[in-house]
């Protein structure tokens, strides 16, 4: 009976061709995440970002698997919406979703992991087992001290040219979220001006620092999402 009622609230909306795989934004409504253009609208930018590297990707990490994590009280184990379309964009790659909450979404290359976000131990497993990635995304609890704690364990396991991205940035000044006007200490705005400093050339004279090796080639920042690319 629980099964029939997550089935309303996830049933697919729209049906899906086989051709239309590389249409991102068809797989986010086919599956239902709030990634699509009915929701937050990030699949517009998703596909900007990744068309060109859709057969090239190996290994994608998302926190978050999402679904209904409370029903009438009861934790669920329903999610995989966002891990499903990211197994059909990329046909090559191996799809990792880590939640807090268990979920019953392993299945063709998709793999599994529960645990907290903030715990760096278990993301250092996460890795050891399927790193490194191409592509890290963080749509878990969207508090600014477990995004910067997963930024510290994950960015080292992202391939050169790999594409870190955080979501839902605007929560960063919700009190909900511990985040707060702009320049409180910790939320995801902060952890991107920071990282600022990590993707301007310099060189040894203009700061006094001899061995900085800056490994953030660009950041590309829009209204609720960012896109952080590694050196190649
Ligand atoms: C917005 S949903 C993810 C939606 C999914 N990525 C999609 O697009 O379909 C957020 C998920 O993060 C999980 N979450 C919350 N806090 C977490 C934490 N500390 N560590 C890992 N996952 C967490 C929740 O259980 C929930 O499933």
Not at 64 to 85: D, H, N, P
Not at 175 to 197: F, M, S
Request: hydrophobic share 35%; proline share 5%; glycine share 8%.
């Amino acid at each position: 009976m629980l099964r029939q009622s997550w089935r309303r609230v996830t049933a697919p909306t729209v049906l899906l061709r086989a051709h239309r795989k590389s249409d991102l934004d068809a797989l986010a409504r086919h599956y239902g995440t709030d990634k699509s253009s009915q929701h937050h609208c990030y699949t517009r930018l998703y596909q900007r970002h990744f068309r060109t590297r859709r057969l090239a990707v190996r290994s994608v990490l998302e926190i978050g698997v999402g679904g209904i994590t409370s029903f009438e009280g009861f934790e669920t184990t329903a999610g995989g919406q966002s891990l499903r379309m990211w197994r059909d964009y990329f046909p090559n790659a191996q799809i990792v979703g880590v939640d807090i909450n268990e979920k019953d979404v392993r299945g063709t290359r998709i793999h599994f992991e529960r645990g907290d976000q903030s715990d760096s131990a278990f993301l250092q497993e996460v890795v050891r087992k399927y790193g490194p990635f191409d592509v890290v995304i963080d749509d878990g609890s969207h508090i600014g001290r477990h995004i910067n704690a997963s930024y510290a364990a994950l960015w080292p396991s992202l391939k050169p040219g790999g594409i870190y991205v955080v979501e839902d940035l605007p929560v960063a000044y919700h009190p909900r979220y511990e985040g707060g006007p702009p320049g409180t200490p910790g939320t995801a705005v902060e952890l991107i001006k920071a990282q600022v400093d990590n993707a301007i050339r310099r060189n040894e004279e203009s700061i006094g620092v001899v061995s900085f090796e800056p490994t953030v080639a660009a950041i590309h920042l829009y209204p609720e999402i960012v896109f952080f690319k590694k050196k190649a």
